[in-house]
């Protein structure tokens, strides 16, 4: 049976249909169908212009934990915050992120007569469906909209809900708090109709506590902490998880499907990105487009597992020595990558504990991974401000090129500070157009109603 895949890349995903004719009934009607059409969207989530290296490289080398290589060339235009409305990663990453959107929808819109003894893998599916279509409206909007309180009311500009194909379709942008809705109804039917255990029986593929550590993230971004917090709770508590030991974590990252890890994508062997690999524009043995800045090195001690991330490069001279980032080793891009994981649940409370003002728990969350990093470390004991403040410096350390920085700088309306710059551009201020990708050039001429980001 023919899988549910889009057309041209050239395209705006609104001039879009599908390359496959038949109906999703006739598509759909197996279950085998429903489970090859998810693995085709969880493939599509590996693509390099998705979580196989852009949208995770792009926020990072616009933050102050990067700099630039001087051979530097992809994704420099991020770096130096000289992007233009035709930028080829934009669009490439906005048309792989709605390819998947309609995917998506052909799924959950599928109404197959399926016996009864697979209603419950059905079910299952339909909810892993849901919350991976939350996961991608959650990222096309960080990346393409400003974050949810850059307006008080988050009235601001977002991205169209589109939760059916239409070819002849021209919606005009929902507004940030709109979409910030419909990703959470996704994942939360996602949570109430998946089983506790995958599909697959790894973390390659989502389960309801995957869908629940996702939901910590967007109401942590939303500042919903109540349910940032209990969402995170539910996660910790649930057992399936624990962080992996510190004697072990280093080596952790050269494998897939650590005792920590809640959701990942994997790169198989069909899958992985190879030169195009998110590693690769770091090692030596790649592009090596881009360093880990000094700034944020001198935040870790040596002694600190976390440490291991940095490999001294005896070629690398002046402002640009001495450090190579060495996370993802894999010189055929064979790492998968992490898109949530226990570490980050424990920070998710800890902020949003903070933030309530529930000092202890949020001291106990943050040490959690603080000393988990470094056993001798003293347990941070500030509180107010101060513990925000620290709980935002060990997200900064533990999720370092992870594509987090940006966007926790952005929640807190912070500007980018690079110290010993090595981009043309060392200083960007909050507010600024530019923390956000344009919308692509191809996908304004498709349609007259799709309103442009500023400064684009």
Known sequence: MALLVMGSCSEGFLDLAPQQSVANEEALELIDDFASSLNAVYSGLSDADYYGRYFVLVPDVM??????HPSANRAKDYAEYSAVVGDGIAEEMWQEMWEEVNNLNSVINADPDLPEVVQDEYNHMIGEAHALRGLVYF??????????????DASHPGVPIVLEFDQLSEPSRNTVNEVYDQIISDLKIGAERMDAESRTGTTSTLNSM????????????KEDWANAE???????NSGRYSLTPTENYAASWTMDFSSESIFEI??????????DALGRMYIVEGYGDYLPSNDLVSLIPEDDVRFSWFATDEFLDGIYAPYRLVKYPSITGEDNTIVIRLSEVYLNRAEARAQQGKTEGAQEDVNTVRIRALPTAD?????????IEDILLERRKEL?????RLWDLMRYKKSVIRDQCTSSVCVIEYPNDKFILPIPEAELNANPNMEPNPGY
């Open 63 to 68: 933050s102050d934990d990067v700099k630039q």
């Open 139 to 152: 990222d096309l909007v960080r990346a393409f909209a400003q974050h949810y309180t850059y307006t008080s």
């Open 210 to 221: 995957a869908a629940k550590a996702l939901l910590s993230r967007v109401y942590l971004y």
């Open 230 to 236: 209990a969402m995170a709770t539910e996660v910790i």
């Open 266 to 275: 994997s790169m198989t062997e069909a899958d992985n990105r190879g030169s």
């Open 379 to 387: 347990p941070i004991t500030s509180s107010g401000d101060e513990l």
């Open 400 to 404: 370092a090129f992870e594509g987090h």
